[in-house]
């Protein structure tokens, strides 16, 4: 029984393999999309927006 917990925890550790070509092409694809000057610029607008959302919720507490 110790030895399938062992195995279990190892296998936790490691991300799942992609399968096929496509699917690392598609892992590959994602992680350099994260890692790309756009996506942080996306990520950078999103935060703007929720901030200027919050500021409205608060003008409208005190109309």
């Given at each position: 029984?110790?030895?399938?917990r062992?195995?279990?925890?190892?296998?936790?550790?490691?991300?799942?393999?992609?399968a096929?070509?496509?699917?690392?092409w598609?892992?590959k694809?994602?992680?350099?999309?994260?890692?790309?000057?756009?996506?942080?610029?996306i990520?950078?607008?999103?935060?703007?927006?929720?901030?200027?959302?919050?500021?409205v919720?608060?003008?409208?507490?005190?109309?």
């Amino acid at each position: 029984m110790s030895k399938s917990r062992k195995s279990t925890r190892q296998a936790s550790r490691k991300p799942p393999r992609a399968a096929s070509s496509y699917e690392r092409w598609l892992a590959k694809a994602v992680h350099d999309f994260n890692r790309s000057e756009r996506y942080k610029e996306i990520q950078e607008a999103h935060q703007i927006e929720q901030q200027e959302l919050e500021l409205v919720r608060e003008m409208r507490q005190w109309l």
